[in-house]
């Protein structure tokens, strides 16, 4: 990873909760116009970075630099403002508010005109193909449908560096065909993307760096076919003794 | 909002606007009485409804836009109108104070309700002791018609003026749902962490929510002294106001526009009713409305306006 | 302005027999808080409904307030499970705001339905209870108080007992600790539910029959006393029967002392704002709530 584009830079973060070290000193950085992968086993704290990173979780020491400004310590709302989106792994949807509405409040961000930001919902609707539930309730969404809302919503804040949290996790293989293009497409449209993700045929498909986490350490980051034959890697996601055990199947 | 909703309450008003031409002063009484309900819970709602924090003490407010009014007026001899802006932007001012300390130390829900309803008593405690406003005997205004006062001879002035606020407040209401505020309140009530994520200042949308709220709310005890010229802490502090915006609301439909002006009307005129069957006998109609107000809880989370959409989309649908 | 230290020593003293009865009323409501996870704003009108209950009892068949606290306190807990079970719980559909509403609804029916039967006036029992005291070294201290506290701390204590050592006790506990878990052990919720509620309003029987020989009822008494239990459930942190005990100790003094340094009126000013700076300040309680 070249430092000198960095658009993110997480250094030396480190979290515990109640006696629970959830972070322990970890550091990655994103670079501008790439799509990165923050990957690793259930319970690794890749959804506590996340929250570190978008200002949701106050990490106990290290700092978070987007852009060369320190944010550390900057609430949610002012780091979305800068051009931060994010997306949350259990959805969030506004229960009581029709789709339209709900990707509306993403883009009242840049438009303060009512016009303009339903306009622009409408249009963010469209592109991550929720164009013709623009007036249904958000509780009538299917979990696709609900998936793709927080995308929009998250679109509609027209953010620079977008995270994703499983935005493909509980999807079925079509869906998540569907859904690839999109995200490719975003990226094709200037929006830095991080994102954390189990399935990984989407990532090996989509990102040009990868970040490993487990328990709490990155364990391993570089281009996915590196990371994948990384035997630190395969140890974290398979156990102990699975990466010697493929080695020898290799061999044999 | 659909257009039908908004001619119906245009009808509504206009219909309201009629009753002083045809009816006695006892009905403009009842009439003038339920308005100001109907504002002060049109300022509830915005909070309330729209914003999901459920107070149990807009009495604060209430009070302090009727005390403001009424001191400014006996204690320095200023103009009723001026007295009314000042009582309005100190109602507006104590929102904001308390929305300040309680917003801020993050308190919600139940610790919300009982934390308002705290500081309300305590409003009321010091009026109720201290001299200034006149302590238990309360406060008259002396009887003074005349536009320039803020006093009419006929009741009917009254209940156009109170027509016209509820109208000016309705529109008010409608704007502020369309617009950036509005969506961002909508956003705080369902999701605060959603909301965060998407850029909304929480802090900053509740406070504007509590002070636009308490103004509206303290318009309505400004209302109150001009018309009733007595006040003491029971009336202006009281929890009868803090109750009763909150029932009118959400038995009306809360977070609804029309909710507020129609639960106010309906329990006026079912309050006049069972007062009327059950003639001397205090607090029946209390009774029923407090258990009209699990009745709609139970059933009819939208109130009166959900239940009558409710029930013209399945005439619709049939 | 200064006091004779016995005229403070009484007023403290009082305070703390005051005060054991509002940690009783104070005791069912973190009780209900601690399990349910609900503000029963009902509290008040439900502690109002059995002051008056003991006043009828009393008055029309000449029992002995004391005599009374045991069939009460079995009525008012199948009114309280009655309630939770088959209004409160399935009215409100499980939401936390619904519930506080509901209680509310309720709380304006039960007073008004006592107003509309008592009328306004205010009541006490006949008897000489308020001639009874006994002495102290120099002070002289209402009888009916001193059974009051008494009897207060052997309810609370029984109270402790029974969560502590029965199973049904184990039972309410677990509920309070982790719902579903309990529910898939096999402990039905509602019913839990039920019976801490009814445990709740028992204790506010206990605290009316303790009440009335000192005090004296009207519709509104209520209101008076659930925003002091209120300001004794935040103070001992929500849930926590030792620290609603503390803590109406606590609130029994200040108020006694607040009154006898500012007046009656300004004395439960004192009592609200104690209850805004802790709600604002140390929202988990005084004496350490449980985490």
């Known amino acids: 990873m070249s430092g000198g584009d960095a658009m993110l830079e997480v250094s030396n973060i480190s979290r515990s909760f109640g006696g629970v070290r959830a972070l322990g000193g970890l550091s990655l950085s994103v670079a501008q116009g790439s799509i990165t992968g923050l990957i690793g086993p259930n319970g690794a704290g890749k959804t506590t970075m996340f929250g570190v990173i978008s200002g949701f979780v106050a990490p106990d020491t290290g700092s978070v630099t987007y852009r060369g400004a320190d944010i550390t310590r900057e609430p949610a709302h002012l780091r979305a403002r800068r051009g931060i989106a994010r997306t949350f792994q259990i959805v969030q949807p506004f229960a009581g508010l029709s789709v339209g509405e709900n990707i509306a409040v993403g883009s009242y961000l840049r438009h303060a005109k009512p016009s303009e930001a339903r306009a622009r919902a409408e249009a963010v609707a469209r592109r991550v193909g929720l164009g013709a539930m623009l007036d249904q309730p958000a509780s009538a969404l299917t979990v696709s449908g609900r998936k793709r809302l927080e995308l929009a919503r998250a679109l509609a804040t027209e953010p620079d560096l977008l995270l994703l949290d499983e935005v493909l996790a509980g999807l079925n293989p079509s869906e998540i065909r569907d859904i690839l293009p999109v995200i490719h497409d975003i990226r094709a449209s200037g929006v830095t993307i991080l994102m954390i993700e189990h399935v990984m045929q989407a990532v090996m498909a989509l990102c040009d760096d990868i970040f490993v986490m487990a328990q709490g350490r990155m364990i391993a980051e570089g281009k996915p076919d590196a990371v994948c034959r990384d035997p630190q890697v395969i140890e974290a996601y398979l156990g102990h003794g699975a990466a010697a055990r493929m080695q020898e199947a290799g061999n044999a | 909002m659909k257009r039908s909703e908004w001619l119906f309450l245009v009808a509504l008003l206009a219909a309201l606007a009629l009753v002083p031409l045809l009816a006695s002063n006892l009905v403009i009484n009842f009439l003038v009485t339920a308005l100001i309900v109907a504002l002060a819970a049109l300022g509830w709602n915005i909070l309330g409804g729209l914003g999901g924090q459920i107070s149990f003490g807009h009495a604060a407010f209430f009070g302090t836009g009727a005390y403001v009014t009424e001191l400014l007026q006996l204690r320095l001899g200023a103009n009723a109108w001026a007295a009314a802006v000042a009582g309005i932007a100190a109602g507006a001012l104590v929102g904001l104070a308390i929305g300040a300390a309680v917003f801020r130390a993050r308190l919600r829900g139940s610790y919300f309700a009982l934390v308002t309803l705290a500081f309300a008593e305590v409003l009321r405690i010091l009026a109720n002791a201290l001299d200034v406003t006149g302590g238990a005997s309360g406060l008259l205004l002396p009887l003074q018609p005349g536009a320039a006062h803020f006093q009419f001879d006929q009741r009917s002035v009254f209940a156009w003026i109170g027509i016209a606020c509820v109208g000016a407040v309705l529109l008010l209401t409608r704007h502020m749902m369309n617009s950036r505020f509005g969506a961002h309140l909508a956003a705080v009530r369902e999701n605060e962490d959603a909301a965060r994520a998407l850029g909304v200042d929480i802090l900053a949308t509740k406070l504007r929510a509590i002070t636009l709220s308490a103004a509206i709310t303290a318009a309505a005890g400004v209302f109150y002294v001009q018309y009733f010229l007595y006040l003491d802490a029971n009336i202006g502090y009281g929890t009868w106001i803090s109750i009763e915006a909150l029932l009118a609301a959400i038995i009306g439909g809360v977070g609804t526009m029309a909710g507020p002006l129609i639960g106010a009307l309906a329990l006026h005129g079912l309050g006049e009713l069972t007062r009327g069957f059950a003639g001397s006998i205090t607090g029946i109609d209390l009774v029923i409305f407090g258990l009209l107000l699990v009745a709609a809880i139970a059933f009819a989370p939208a109130g009166i306006v959900g239940a009558w959409k409710r029930y013209v989309g399945g005439r619709r649908n049939a | ?291």
């Open chain 3, 1 to 291: 302005m200064t006091y004779p230290p016995e005229i403070v020593a009484e007023a403290v003293v009082g305070g703390l027999l005051t005060g054991s009865v509002y940690a009783l009323v104070a005791l069912g409501l973190t009780l209900v808080y601690g399990v349910l996870h609900i503000i029963n704003f009902a509290h008040g009108a439900l502690l109002t409904c059995a002051m008056f209950a003991v006043w009828a009892l009393v008055t029309f068949t000449g029992i002995s307030p004391y005599t009374a606290i045991i069939p009460l306190a079995v009525v008012f807990f199948a009114v309280g499970y009655v309630l939770q079970r088959y209004l409160i719980g399935p009215a409100s559909h499980g939401d936390d705001s619904n519930i506080l509403l509901v209680t509310l609804g309720l709380s304006i029916a039960i007073e008004n339905a006592l107003l509309a039967t008592f009328h306004a006036d205010t009541r006490n029992l006949d008897g000489d209870f308020g001639f009874q005291v006994v002495e102290i070294g120099p002070m002289l201290i209402s009888r009916p108080k001193l059974i009051g506290f008494a009897a207060s701390l052997i309810v609370a204590g029984l109270l402790w007992l029974l969560l502590k050592r029965t199973d049904t006790g184990r039972a309410i506990r677990a509920v309070a600790k982790e719902k579903l878990g309990a529910r898939l052990m096999g402990i039905e919720v509602g019913h839990i539910f039920g019976i801490t509620f009814g445990l709740g309003c028992a204790c506010l029987a206990v605290a009316a029959c303790l009440l009335m020989p000192s005090f004296y009822v009207n519709p509104r008494v209520g209101n008076a006393f659930v925003l002091v239990a209120f300001t004794i459930v935040v103070l001992g942190g929500m849930g926590s029967v030792p620290g609603a005990l503390l803590g109406g100790l606590f609130i029994g003094v200040v108020e006694s002392l607040g009154g006898l340094l500012l007046g009656d009126s300004l004395g439960q000013l004192g009592i609200f704002i104690i209850f805004i700076l802790v709600l604002l300040f140390r929202p988990t309680g005084l004496f350490g709530a449980r985490a």
